[in-house]
């Protein structure tokens, strides 16, 4: 059930995604905003668009973490909780978003993921803000084959994770760490990062 509904990691209208509200140094502090679950549920529909296959979550190198990107947010992925270092190119004026740790479910299953939830990003060394949300009604839309093990179609579930959203990066390479564990749920993922 935790690899049907958890993707660790590693946005609506683009600052509604990836700027809105203020992003909390402490993640326990974090407000949520109705862009939040927007931003989730989008994430969670891109998440679900590619079989296993060529799935980026499945992804043990960045070969595919082109797929069914957005136009006006970057999105990566975390693991079904294996370690991974992946490679990545990314538009330059792009913003990234990152689920370190994130859920869809129940209110119920929400509850016992934040409560043992932990997690960080750096991108070049430097502590990432982040933000906790805990309980957002998303809605998910997947296709047939999905690596998520959900049936075709659009529903609703509760969505929960830490996240970090970044401003676009500068052009060059960056090296983004995402860290992230509930339980004993971990994820360590290292992306390899050229912004062109």
């Known amino acids: 059930m935790l690899r ?3 993707l660790l990691a590693l946005a609506t209208s683009m ?3 990836c700027g809105t509200g203020s992003p909390a140094a402490d993640p326990s502090t974090a407000a949520a905003s109705p862009a939040a679950a927007t931003m989730q549920g989008r994430w969670w529909t891109w998440a679900a668009s590619e079989p296993t296959a060529t799935n980026p979550v499945a992804d043990a190198t960045g070969e595919f973490c082109t797929r069914n990107q957005p136009a006006d947010v970057w999105f990566l992925a975390g693991t079904f909780g294996t370690r991974a270092q992946r490679r990545c190119t990314v538009p330059q004026g792009r913003p ?3 689920p370190v740790l994130n859920l869809f479910g129940d209110r119920s299953d929400c509850a016992a993921f934040m409560a043992a939830a932990r997690g960080t990003a750096e991108l ?3 502590g990432l803000a982040l933000e906790k949300f805990t309980d957002e009604r ?9 690596a998520l093990g959900q049936d075709a179609g659009t529903f609703p579930a509760i969505g929960c994770g830490i996240w ?3 401003p676009p990066p500068a052009a060059g390479t960056h090296q983004l760490r995402v860290r992230g564990t509930s339980g004993d749920f971990e994820v360590s993922i290292d992306y390899d990062l050229t912004v062109a």
Request: charged letters at 15%; aromatic letters at 0%; zero cysteines.
């Open 4 to 6: 049907r509904m958890i």
């Open 15 to 17: 600052l509604a995604a």
């Open 96 to 98: 990234i978003v990152v």
């Open 124 to 126: 070049d060394g430097t």
């Open 138 to 146: 998303i809605e998910v839309t997947a296709v047939a084959g999905n």
């Open 164 to 166: 970090a959203r970044i």
